[in-house]
């Protein structure tokens, strides 16, 4: 009895930070078991090629497609595979590494690449901001602002993201925000409104502890800003994993949330910048997304 062969497409962004991309095609067919497995490669040429790609992919039954690359490599392939029979597989090569990290995904290539021979597998939530998916989270304020300073970096480091987040922490002011969940209306400032799937803004920072990635509820993190005396205990809580006993965070849970406010605001999905707005309106969609986990 022969068994039929699982076809998979790795989609490498050439230019996202991490790993040299030559090493990772060389370490594909070496890693990878070509007896379970019918293997195809192809790159990025520009901004949403990713996305164009994996929409052929699933148009032609690819049974797993890899995105290798950081956050937005990672959303624009999973934003194409929602609601489809197609399973996303990753190999992080970014920055932050976020959702990689919540999988349990190993974050050296060759590692990943491995663990994709296991085709363990989960299905998890999908959320929605303004007609456009996440898979992380999404921030209003502070947050955003500081993704919007990375993202406009040519070398995408750690170095690069804790000058925005010392920067921006002295720029900007707690922001006047109407929320509305569920069952409950919030008015008041905020520095910054976390809406997570998953818990983790990347590097292993989390910012919503109590996320998890299928349970069909986001977590909500409203966080006034602490005063520069006491942030050094702050960032360290949320290091540490212990930002939901500070007494500048508030925590929500909630299937759907609006957000508002009387004037703009910076936000963002997964990390990617998306500009300002006055108004964000955000659902979820329960394990709509399959994922090749550790």
């Known amino acids: 009895m022969t068994s039929t062969k699982k076809k998979i497409l790795f989609i490498i962004n050439p230019i996202s930070g991490g790993h040299n991309k030559a090493k990772v095609i060389r370490s594909i067919p ?4 070509k007896s379970r497995f019918d293997i195809s490669i192809t790159h990025t040429k520009c901004a949403a090629h990713a996305a164009e790609i994996t929409k052929e992919a699933v148009e032609k039954n690819i049974d797993i497609v890899v995105a290798v690359g950081g ?10 595979l929602v609601n489809t029979n197609t399973t996303l597989a990753i190999v992080p090569c970014g920055s932050g590494n976020g959702l990689a990290r919540d999988l349990g995904i190993s974050l050296h290539y060759k590692k990943a690449i491995q ?10 939530d999908v959320g929605i901001c ?9 921030g209003v304020g502070y947050d955003a602002k500081v993704a919007y300073d990375f993202n406009r970096r040519k070398k995408r480091r750690f170095l690069g993201y804790a000058w925005a987040i010392l920067k921006d922490y002295f720029y900007l002011k707690n922001q006047y925000y109407e929320i509305e969940l569920e069952n409950e209306k919030i008015t008041g400032k905020y520095f910054f409104i976390t809406i997570a799937n998953c818990s983790q803004w990347g590097y292993n920072v989390k910012v919503a502890p109590g996320a998890k990635l299928d349970n069909g509820m986001f977590v909500v993190n409203l966080c006034k800003k602490p005063p520069i005396f006491p942030i050094i205990s702050f960032i360290i809580k949320m290091l540490l994993g212990k930002i939901n006993t500070s007494k500048y965070n508030t925590f929500k849970t909630c299937r759907k949330i609006l957000l508002t406010s ?14 300002v707005s006055q108004k964000v309106e955000i659902d979820i969609l329960h394990q709509a997304l399959n994922t090749v986990i550790k």
Do not use: M, P, W
């Open 30 to 33: 070496k890693l990878l078991d």
């Open 71 to 80: 956050d937005g490599t990672i959303n624009e392939v999973a934003s194409q």
């Open 115 to 124: 663990q994709i021979n296991s085709l363990k597998t989960k299905k998890i």
């Open 130 to 138: 303004n007609d456009q998916y996440f898979f992380s989270l999404a």
């Open 262 to 275: 009387n004037r703009k605001f910076f936000y963002h999905l997964d990390g990617d910048a998306k500009g």
